[in-house]
């Protein structure tokens, strides 16, 4: 039971061991997250369609502001991004966010 909907989106990426290892795997994430097209999800070469609502959007660019509030960085900002067509649509492009401690809301939330 989904409804018609299915998130397949991955949330959290925990890296652990050597961090010069983990902060080039971060890059290479960041490298290709960038390559994603994001658009309307029935078009052909679109990777990323929008989220379900606007309160969805809204709440996502919440935890990311508040994560970044919180001293976390931000590698990929995918906040602001505008599909030609879709101006007023729910999209949120793909975001990259690195935690420098444990005590992050991003850690603790489970939207």
Not at 17 to 26: A, F, H, I, R, V
Not at 51 to 75: F, H, N, P, V, Y
Request: some cysteine.
């Amino acid at each position: 039971g989904a409804a018609g909907q299915r998130c397949m989106a991955l949330s959290v990426l925990i890296l652990v061991g050597d961090l010069e290892e983990s902060q080039s795997w971060m890059e290479q994430l960041v490298e290709e997250a960038m390559k994603l097209k994001v658009g309307n999800g029935f078009v052909e070469g679109v990777d990323v369609g929008p989220l379900i609502s606007k309160d969805a959007k809204t709440r996502a660019e919440s935890i990311i502001q508040q994560s970044i509030d919180q001293g976390a960085t931000c590698m990929l900002d995918g906040r602001g991004v505008v599909v030609k067509g879709y101006e007023t649509g729910n999209f949120l492009a793909p975001t990259v966010i690195s935690l420098n401690q444990q005590q992050h809301y991003i850690t603790h939330s489970t939207d």
